[in-house]
């Protein structure tokens, strides 16, 4: 394989898309350090170009790079704290933050903003912050690297994977709330920059799957029934398509409501299996329970 300067290579992506140095770098660094960067010249910290790599569609994991204690460090932590989420370690993971939010400089926006981030999820866990405060944080948080962010015009940004993954944590702030319809508009446009700025991009592929079921899931919410079934099967061949299946079960089992409210039957039957025995292998023990409820309520399954 051909190497490149990583320089030249954003420089000549950037150039494809027609994008200046101050649209691809605002909110992450200024416009002279990426031009520095382009010509060879400097090399930003390892969390600015994989920000930048990812606002041009690249892959962030195909380089490498010099990294100093400092950032190791943080990485490190920001990973631990990812886990502590999925554990659902809420107290372990808030103090992993205070050492992070310790080391981290005050002018690191990238890895600032992945602590307010963390807080919202883990905050969310044990009930500590009301809706309004985790939109009001999430807002806070993307308006750190996109001073300039509004819901209405999602489509007009440049993200990063975590940008992408907080204005996604935005739309389910909205649903949590209750308030389905924004929260359907917000997954809504950012399905459609996914899919104009990202096609079959590593970023992209992590991101549809789980987009796909919050518009689904929000679709159901409010009740439009055939529309949340059809992005539903969207997010089911996103999963299998690009092999990640952590939302699979969740898309079949909107799938099946929505069929069911459709008069679908026979369809919603096999959807609710499929979800119950994915479910059951994964371990997924709260899901399972989920399923078995409406399976019963509707359709006097059993499982």
């Known amino acids: 394989m051909q190497n490149y300067k990583l320089g030249e290579y954003i420089r000549q992506r950037r150039l494809d898309l027609g994008l200046t140095q101050e649209q691809v770098c605002a909110g992450i660094c200024e416009s002279v350090t990426l031009s520095r960067f382009e010509n060879g010249k400097q090399t930003p910290s390892r ?5 930048i790599l990812q606002r041009l ?3 962030d994991d195909r380089y490498y790079a010099l990294v ?8 490190a932590l920001k990973k631990e704290i990812v886990s502590c989420n999925a554990l659902k370690c809420v107290e372990e993971g808030f103090d992993k933050i205070s050492r992070l939010e310790k080391i981290a400089k005050p002018d690191d926006q990238i890895t600032q903003q992945f602590i307010l981030r963390s807080k919202v999820l883990l ?3 044990d009930k500590r912050y009301s809706n309004d405060e985790r939109i009001q944080m999430l807002l806070q948080a993307i308006r ?18 975590d940008e992408m993954k907080l204005v996604n944590q935005i739309g389910n702030a909205y649903s949590l709330s209750g308030d389905n319809e924004k929260a359907a508009d917000i997954f809504y ?5 996914i ?3 990202l096609p079959e991009t590593v970023t992209s592929n992590r991101m549809l799957p789980l987009v796909l079921y919050n518009f689904a899931r929000s679709l159901d919410l409010s009740q439009k029934y055939e529309e949340g079934a059809k992005v539903a099967r969207y997010g089911k061949e996103a999963c ?3 092999g990640h299946y952590q939302v699979l079960h969740s898309c079949l089992e909107i799938e099946a409501e929505c069929d069911f409210f459709l008069g679908k039957k026979e369809d919603s039957v096999e959807r609710y299996r499929e979800a119950f025995y994915i479910c059951k292998v994964m371990g997924y023990e709260d899901d399972l329970q989920i399923i078995r409820t409406e399976a019963e309520k509707y359709l006097n399954i059993l499982f």
Do not use: V
């Not at 969390?47 to 920000?51: E, Q, V």
């Open 144 to 161: 750190m690297t996109i001073p300039d962010f509004q819901l209405d015009k999602i489509e007009d940004f440049l993200f990063t994977l």
């Open 57 to 59: 569609g690249l892959p």
């Open 47 to 51: 969390n600015r170009i994989n920000a």
């Open 195 to 197: 899919r104009r700025h």
């Open 68 to 75: 100093t204690p400092e950032e190791l460090e943080i990485e």
């Open 240 to 242: 299998i398509k690009y």
């Open 189 to 193: 446009r950012l399905l459609q920059y």
């Open 123 to 125: 905050g969310g866990l």
